[in-house]
């Protein structure tokens, strides 16, 4: 009977001695892997309770490439297409434009390289672009990652508090290229758990478990998301100095520093997973959420200065989503710890 990637078979345990057992393996995988008598494979015994059986004498993993035309795309499309490939795993890009389409090409591919991480260029013709990434999806470890994107938050909010105390606005001024590195990191995070997913290589040298993978994507965009309110605020102060006066001593202003103990607690329990503390700084954040809510509503119904009330509003409601964010890395950790203490009862 044929038998081939993403089919199934049903075959019967043989015993050949006191202590063993054999199982036939299917011949279209084994001539598909180029395997002889005596050849070795390697047995994983996974979490699932599954095993897994793979050839130690394999060739190399396939690069997985894709084609691209800039004139067989959507409109101003190409650089969304190009994210795509980078997020599904692509290792190679190849793009390819009709003559007089090379700048409005090349600038969508910088704009891209600025994105991401890895990806170069290594071939130019006349009608294409060849582009390569450079950097082995299990290089990188996901909690790097995911420290770095939250050191990016997290200083940009000491130097908006920082400003708000009468340093200078040039501490805020890159803002925005803070906000793009944490926007790579995402999309790095995010490429290597797609990849994981269908390479048990990429997995061991992660030494991560599908689910645990997944957590740290949930993890990388909730940062991302914290990072997005920090940069409006930033973005606010860097337009509207004027505003700094009254935002100094505002509540939302005043509830940063708990709002930074309360995340940084959670990431130290990445990896200690402490039931305990996470709970107790998922408790402060929802406390200070609770107040911010408060908050506003007193200004929603008083009769402040229209900049001033619409101001203080908008960093209320930052401040409260980035409380309601950091609840949702306690929660992801508390997912991530039942994970690892479940264990299985045969019924």
């Known amino acids: ?101 090379d700048a409005t090409v090349s600038r969508m591919i910088r704009r891209f390289l600025r994105s991401t991480r890895g990806f170069e260029i290594i071939h130019e013709e006349s009608g294409w672009i060849e582009l390569r990434c450079l950097l082995n999806a299990g290089d990188m470890p996901l909690h790097a990652s995911l420290n770095r994107m939250y050191l990016q938050v997290s200083s940009l909010v000491r130097d908006i508090v920082e400003v708000l105390e009468g340093a200078d606005l040039g501490y805020i001024a890159d803002a925005e290229e803070r906000e793009s590195e944490v926007d790579a990191l995402l999309y790095l995070v995010e490429r290597q758990v797609r990849i994981l997913f269908e390479s048990h290589a990429v997995a061991s040298r992660l030494n991560l478990s599908r689910t645990h993978a997944l957590e740290y994507a949930n993890l990388a965009r909730s940062l991302e998301r914290m990072m997005d309110h920090v940069n409006n605020m930033a973005n606010f102060l860097n337009q509207h100095p004027d505003a700094l006066g009254f935002l100094r001593t505002s509540p939302p202003v005043n509830a940063l520093p708990a709002w930074q103990s309360g995340l940084k607690e959670l990431m130290i329990n990445i990896r200690t997973r402490d039931s305990s503390r996470i709970e107790a700084a998922r408790q402060q954040l929802k406390t200070l959420q609770q107040e911010l809510k408060a908050y506003e509503r007193t200004l929603q119904q008083g009769t402040g200065e229209g900049l001033e009330t619409a101001s203080l509003l908008g960093f209320s409601e930052s401040v409260r989503r980035l409380c309601a964010y950091s609840r949702d890395v306690g929660e992801i950790l508390l997912n991530m710890k039942l994970a690892s203490d479940m264990f299985d009862v045969m019924a």
């Open 1 to 101: 009977m044929t038998f081939g990637p993403g089919e199934s078979d049903v075959r019967k345990l043989q015993a050949t001695g006191g202590s063993t057992f054999t199982l036939s393996l299917p011949k279209p995988w084994v001539v598909h892997h180029q395997l002889a008598p005596r050849d070795s494979l390697r047995v994983d015994w996974r979490p699932s309770g599954a095993l897994r059986i793979t050839p130690l004498n394999e060739a190399s993993i396939p690069e997985r490439h894709v084609r691209l035309h800039q004139s067989k795309l959507p409109e101003n499309s190409l650089h969304d297409h190009l994210m795509g490939a980078y997020i599904s795993g692509a290792d190679v890009i190849r793009v390819g434009f009709e003559e007089g389409d």
